[in-house]
T-cell receptor, first 113, second 115 residues
Framework: EPEVTQTPSHQVTQMGQEVILRCVPISNHLYFYWYRQILGQKVEFLVSFYNNEISEKSEIFDDQFSVERPDGSNFTLKIRSTKLEDSAMYFC???????????FGDGTRLSIL | DQQVKQNSPSLSVQEGRISILNCDYTNSMFDYFLWYKKYPAEGPTFLISISSIKDKNEDGRFTVFLNKSAKHLSLHIVPSQPGDSAVYFCAASDGGGTSYGKLTFGQGTILTVHP
């Protein structure tokens, strides 16, 4: 069964550094998402992406965050200047249409020191 | 953000019995609801969904019930198996509105099925 893959599984970064989290969505999917889960808290929506542009973003997704689909397969989340509070699990998801079940990757654990 | 709430942090059931997981929501614009299962160190895995035009959807051992007037949904697992032990998340989206595709999650319920 096709799956969403995320790399790396764990990223450790110094505060203030830039980090790029990578995702390969399911190949025929058109809608892409990033969510995060801070330890002990809910899974929170960050951003949705369709047709090479952001469809919606949450309040969390400020100017430090950006997303890109640099080629036909990858979908990336960049955090320009990381803060301690960015430490969380980041999940990528995709679906074929906006109102179909989203399929999630196994996440990247981001640790900011 | 308390739009989706799972009030039971944990549930423990015996193998072979029914597991009932509950979820409440407050946003009347939600029209699509999903249940996900999550094991440690893995991402959420889609289990079953229901559209607001239905009140029940069944897939094998899993059945989701939706009560729109009470803004309540539940997931029934019958019979429960030890492999069902995981965290279960309820999620909702407003597919017909401006938040197309965005999922709002509950806090999760840890289900433990004892042999």
């Amino acid at each position: 069964e096709p799956e969403v893959t995320q790399t790396p599984s764990h990223q450790v970064t110094q505060m203030g550094q830039e980090v790029i989290l990578r995702c390969v969505p399911i190949s025929n999917h058109l809608y892409f998402y990033w969510y995060r889960q801070i330890l002990g808290q809910k899974v929170e929506f960050l951003v949705s992406f369709y047709n090479n542009e952001i469809s919606e973003k949450s309040e969390i997704f400020d100017d430090q965050f950006s997303v890109e689909r640099p080629d036909g397969s990858n979908f990336t989340l960049k955090i320009r200047s990381t803060k301690l509070e960015d430490s969380a699990m980041y999940f990528c998801a995709s679906n074929g249409q906006g109102n179909q079940p989203q399929h999630f990757g196994d996440g990247t654990r981001l640790s900011i020191l | 953000d308390q739009q989706v709430k799972q009030n039971s942090p944990s549930l423990s059931v015996q193998e072979g019995r029914i597991s009932i997981l509950n979820c409440d929501y407050t946003n009347s614009m939600f029209d699509y609801f999903l249940w996900y299962k999550k094991y440690p160190a893995e991402g959420p895995t889609f289990l079953i969904s229901i559209s607001s035009i239905k009140d029940k959807n069944e897939d094998g051992r899993f059945t989701v019930f939706l009560n729109k007037s009470a803004k309540h949904l539940s997931l029934h697992i019958v019979p429960s198996q030890p492999g069902d032990s995981a965290v279960y998340f309820c999620a909702a989206s407003d597919g017909g509105g401006t938040s197309y595709g965005k999922l709002t999650f509950g806090q999760g319920t840890i289900l433990t099925v004892h042999p």
